[in-house]
């Protein structure tokens, strides 16, 4: 080719990219006018214009002070600066923020529809397994739910339980010294302990299965390695057997650790920022994950898998003692359907109304809608397993490490802990005489410590909600549709509510004491969406402290006070609660 060829090609080449390059330029301000001059934002300003608030950034809103400082801290602030209803930015998008008791108990039974704006970004059966759970899903699907859940956490439902918690709290016990040992400094995060024995909770209480979750660290890493390799997804004996706990109780650390705004993957910031190209930002994600979002795509997987096959394995039990007792259907393989095989009337065998431990599953298949008749489907049966098992899993755990943190910084209120237990253990017959129901309602203070750490420190810090109509919050209105936050933590240390409120004093909870207001202790939410499993995590809370304080006292590693935590879907321990378990026989 001649130069002068070149030449002439050069010269046409270079309008042609300047009219590209002025293109691109005129698509982003485009985008960024969008973005900037969104009708949508506009708009809700607009309605929103009369409820209080901090200016927010025009991009990120409070997204900045919201991530550096955690939601519940800046809710604090703000209701004390501004008062109880309040609007917070989150990206692009604004909340509606309540503190007042009052106007919290009616919001809370007014509204039965639940948010989940920052969902983690999934996609498919692992979308489906995350909305469909009883925590989040929408109000119509959430009434069969909430029927098919209830005989679980009927008294005497709980009543059975007790006996499977009481061993569980001794097996950790036991745990707790030898991990102590192993270390050779004599030392223990107390939370992960406590979260390998909610685990093994749910494990026996809801699925009637050893979910082997109470082993060493050592021990789990090993069973993590195993899991990883080629040929596991083959070895469903083995998996069945000793892998299920521990795949479910690292899944579960996970899926908290990964699944927030606050310390999750940069894509779901950009998501929350950026919602009107979420169909940009989803694939995307997907495409160029950061190590935040392998982290919670793997652990999904993994709770998919194990629920899945947990699913799997209870039919095929439950088919196999249909035959022993002469009770199969034709062909076997539909005995996971109790309507058609009558194995209800075997699984769920209960008293008073309750079930037998071990019967989630048959009620989650004998499930109907009252309307339709119809059935759960595959996907909506493991969204429930799965929420049962995260739930079970990660407040109760996190409640009891905030408790035991609380109680070594505390000494005198160690004492008198010791005492109750010390003394109502000894009018029982001992130490080694098993809990009964009438047992534990003696052991009051116990009760208090607990209900006190859970004031100071609730694992559930907000619950989200979606103005069904036209509110009326205090002095303010809100149109329907609108997002609104109940800020748990707020109201547990509004001063106007609590005397001292950042002090722990579990006396406040004792029978007699007035110091606790009308509606202003919500540890486990408000209205028909409270948390539907509260008496099965406070009978299992107190069962734990009573057994791991009849055996040992807890001294508190040094440079842990304050306790930093970490505020995402729930607030926990941001680095673990470091003791050393000092026998007390």
Request: hydrophobic share 40%; proline share 7%; with cysteine.
């Amino acid at each position: 080719m001649s130069l002068s060829s070149n030449l002439m090609t050069t010269a046409l080449l270079v309008p042609a990219l300047k009219t590209v390059s002025m293109y691109l330029a005129l698509c982003i301000v485009v985008l960024l006018l969008l973005l900037i001059l969104n009708p949508e934002r506009i708009l809700q300003e607009w309605k929103l214009r009369h409820i209080p608030g901090h200016n927010p950034n025009i991009l990120l809103g409070h997204l900045p002070t919201l991530i550096k400082y955690g939601s519940p801290n800046l809710y604090m602030k703000l209701s004390r600066d501004i008062g109880s209803v309040f609007k917070v930015w989150w990206g692009r998008l604004a909340f509606v923020v309540i503190t007042d008791p009052e106007i919290i108990r009616s919001v809370g039974y007014k509204c039965m529809d639940r948010i989940t704006v920052f969902g983690a970004l999934l996609e498919g059966d692992l979308k489906k397994a995350n909305d469909e759970g009883l925590v989040v899903v929408k109000e119509r699907s959430w009434r069969t739910l909430h029927r098919a859940w209830q005989p679980a956490f009927h008294p005497s439902t709980l009543s059975g339980y007790l006996g499977l918690m009481d061993q569980c709290a001794r097996d950790v016990v036991k745990l707790v010294l030898e991990q102590a040992e192993q270390q050779g400094e004599g030392r223990v995060d107390i939370h992960s302990e406590l979260g390998k024995m909610t685990m093994q909770v749910v494990g026996t209480c809801a699925y009637g299965v050893d979910f082997k979750a109470l082993v060493s660290d050592q021990k789990l890493s090993e069973l993590l390695s195993k899991a990883k390799q080629p040929d596991f997804k083959n070895r469903n004996t083995i998996l069945a057997q000793d892998f299920v706990g521990p795949t479910l109780t690292d899944a579960s650390r996970k899926v908290f650790r990964s699944g927030s705004i606050a310390n999750g993957s940069k894509w779901m910031r950009i998501n929350v920022l950026l919602p009107e190209v979420s169909f940009l930002v989803k694939p995307l994600a997907f495409l160029f994950p950061d190590k935040p979002m392998k982290e919670q795509l793997k652990a999904r997987f993994d709770l998919y898998s194990a629920t899945s096959h947990l699913i799997s394995s209870w039919k095929s039990d439950q088919a196999a003692a249909a035959i022993s007792t002469g009770t199969s259907c034709d062909p076997p393989s539909k005995c996971g359907d109790p309507p058609s095989t009558g194995l209800e009337h075997q699984v769920l065998k209960g008293v008073n109304g309750g079930v037998a431990p071990g019967s989630f599953l048959g009620l989650m298949l004998a499930a109907r809608d009252k309307e339709t008749g119809d059935k759960l489907t595959d996907i909506q049966i493991i969204a429930q397993a799965q929420t049962f098992i995260l739930a079970g899993y990660e407040t109760t755990a996190n409640a009891l490490a905030f408790a035991i943190y609380l109680v070594s910084t505390h000494p005198e209120v160690q004492a008198k802990l010791l005492h109750e237990i010390d003394t109502q253990l000894a009018a029982l017959g001992g130490p080694d005489i098993p809990l009964t129901e009438e047992a534990l309602i003696k052991f009051e203070y116990t009760s208090a410590v607990i209900n006190e750490s859970l004031r100071l420190h609730p694992p559930a810090h907000v619950t989200p909600r979606s103005a069904v109509e036209n509110l009326q919050l205090g002095q303010y209105s809100v149109p329907k549709g609108t997002p609104i936050l109940i800020s748990i933590m707020a109201l547990h240390k509004d001063p106007a509510l609590w005397e001292d409120p950042e002090a722990f004093k579990p006396e406040r909870f004792m029978p007699g004491s007035n110091s606790v207001k009308p509606n202003a202790f919500i540890p486990f939410g408000v209205g028909g969406r409270m948390c539907i499993g509260y008496k099965f995590a406070l009978q299992e809370a107190k069962v734990a402290l009573i057994r791991m304080y009849s055996a040992l006292t807890f001294a508190l590693e040094p440079g842990q006070v304050p306790l930093q935590i970490s505020y995402g879907i729930t607030a926990g321990p941001k680095h673990g609660v470091w003791v050393r378990p000092l026998p007390r026989r």
